[in-house]
């Protein structure tokens, strides 16, 4: 049984302006597997993400969502989180009054926050005591998050385009930080435009129109996106590639 | 057991440091209601103060090019139920002085308390001033807190406020800060106000940036719950040539309280600027979400929020 289970998944925004962003989606996560997915701009990627994470206006239309063998239906982000899934978003949130290190141990009495700064490319001695805020570049507060996740120790944590607003230099950093994560045990759905960033999953899937339209080898999964044969996919059943 | 030391007992069980009354190296000023307690000065501060028919009336001066080297604590309070505490203020920073006032407002059993403290301060060429008050307030929200403060800052001066009050129940707040700032000097005034059940908060602070190349920033922090209320007024006016300011206001409300914010930026030099920027409202939801997808329930996620707002 995967970990994460996704069976033909719609999810339609409010009634009044009704589109539907998801449409029969189909998707599975392996325990421990680096699973990325990829998709043009508006295919529904962060929604999904926001849909299996149960944030507020996110609820399914119809479908399941199930992790660990058990269905997601109803259930909210923290208690969907400490099953063990969690998330970190596109663009980070700030915080005024919190310092990185009081971040990194949100729920835990005690740890060494300074490990996972360094499993981000961070200093621990630079940044424990700087404030969650905007004094930090969005670079930083991003770096920031992937190391609070990997605080958390997840079963499954939600990657939603980690590499946007790191600099080139620092691809290297995100591929290790994904890295440790599957060193960790959590299987990662990693969601991102970059080829480099892709290839270090387990598995790859093409999102288009509202549904996944192939899954497979990250690179043949890249290939055919890059290829453009989306719109032959749409309507038809998912297949391997 | 003596009012000094009930009120000492009262200042530390807030969180307070006891030993820095205790200590010959500090200076400070210690009144309950009308009467004046104790008081010690250090060399370079002359602490003028008395009892008068209604109030306690104080005149503190740092001499010429002194630098405090410890803060001054000035401790106020009412202990008892009921009580009025006025307090008239003078304060003069001379040339190139520097000092850091703490004030502890003290009222644990307050259920019918007026504290008014009615202060100037005149801040020298290049001298700096730090004030920070913070209040320790009962459950009972008997208190009414009016203080008045009318601030110069001379050129290359600056001078930095911090009110908190975030223990026990407000009351009734009336803040009415004033700050008028010369050439070259530098005003910050922050405040942090957590208010519950009926508390009624009001808020005025106004910076005139008189000099040329003046800096000020207005940054106010509030949260409300129950049927608090709030009102907050931040008023800056650039008046010179390169003045810049800038006006923060958050008031973060929940429940059936009721949250105002009134910024007032006006611009009267073609070469100054002014900027403001108000959020007011329930707790973000993006930043309610991020933290429960760490496992945080809605209401921990809340706590942590808010505490972090007016820490």
């Known amino acids: ?241 | 057991m003596s009012e000094l030391e009930e009120l000492t007992a009262c200042f530390g069980s807030a969180g307070g440091d006891v030993k820095a009354l205790a200590d010959a190296g500090f200076a400070h000023l210690a009144a309950s209601g009308h009467r004046i307690l104790s008081s010690r000065t250090v060399e370079g501060l002359e602490v003028r103060a008395r009892e008068t028919w209604n109030g306690i009336s104080a005149q503190v001066t740092v001499k010429k090019g002194v630098k405090l080297q410890h803060p001054v604590h000035m401790c106020f309070g009412v202990l008892h139920k009921k009580g009025t505490q006025k307090i008239a203020m003078r304060v003069k920073l001379e040339e190139g002085a520097s000092a850091h006032f703490i004030a502890h407002c003290i009222f644990p059993k307050a259920e019918k308390v007026r504290h008014i403290m009615d202060a100037t301060v005149s801040i020298g060429e290049g001298a700096e001033m730090r004030y920070s008050e913070t209040h320790y307030h009962g459950p009972h929200g008997g208190v009414t807190v009016v203080p008045k403060l009318s601030v110069q800052v001379g050129r290359n001066g600056r001078y930095f406020t911090d009110f908190t009050l975030t223990t026990g129940r407000v009351g009734k707040l009336d803040i009415d800060y004033t700050v008028e700032a010369g050439e070259n000097a530098v005003a910050e005034l922050t405040a942090r106000v957590f208010g519950h059940a009926t508390d009624d908060i009001h808020i005025r602070d106004k910076v005139l940036l008189a000099g040329k190349n003046s800096r000020s920033i207005i940054k106010t922090r509030v949260a409300i719950e129950d049927d608090a209320t709030a009102e907050v007024t931040g008023i800056t006016e650039g008046n010179a040539e390169g003045a810049r300011g800038h006006v923060d206001c958050m008031e973060i409300v929940k429940d059936r309280a009721v949250a105002r914010a009134v910024p007032i930026v006006q611009v009267n030099d073609p070469g100054a600027k002014v900027t403001h920027e108000a959020a007011i409202g329930s707790v973000d939801k993006r930043q309610m979400e991020t933290l429960m997808a760490h496992g945080l329930s809605p209401e921990e996620a809340v706590d942590v929020i808010v505490k972090g707002i007016l820490k």
């Open chain 1, 1 to 241: 049984m995967a970990l994460l289970e996704i069976h033909d998944l719609v999810y339609e925004t409010n009634a009044h302006h009704a589109a539907r962003i998801l449409d029969g989606l189909s998707l599975s996560v392996e325990g421990g597997e680096v699973h990325a997915l990829i998709g043009t701009n508006g295919t529904g990627k962060s929604t999904l993400a926001s849909v299996i994470m149960g944030c507020e206006g996110y609820g399914a239309t119809s479908g399941d969502v199930a992790f660990d063998g058990k269905s997601l239906a109803g259930l909210k982000v923290h208690e969907r989180a400490r099953l063990g899934i969690t998330m970190a978003w596109q663009e980070p949130v700030r915080f005024e009054g919190i310092t990185v290190n009081q971040y990194l141990l949100l729920r835990r009495d005690s740890g060494d926050p300074a490990q996972y700064l360094e499993l981000v490319g961070m200093s621990a001695q630079r940044y424990e005591g700087r404030m969650v805020d905007r004094s930090l570049s969005g670079g930083e507060r991003k770096r920031i998050e992937l190391a609070s996740l990997l605080a958390l120790q997840p079963k499954l944590a939600i990657l939603d385009e980690p590499d946007s607003g790191i600099d080139m230099l620092s691809t290297q950093d995100i591929i290790n930080v994904i890295a440790a994560f599957k060193a960790g045990g959590s299987a990662v759905l990693l969601i991102t435009h970059r080829e480099e960033i892709a290839a270090i999953a387990d598995r790859a899937s093409q999102l288009c129109g509202g549904r996944i339209v192939c899954t497979g080898n990250p690179a043949k999964v890249a290939e055919h996106y890059k290829a453009r044969h989306c719109d032959i996919c749409t309507g038809r059943e998912c297949h391997y590639v």
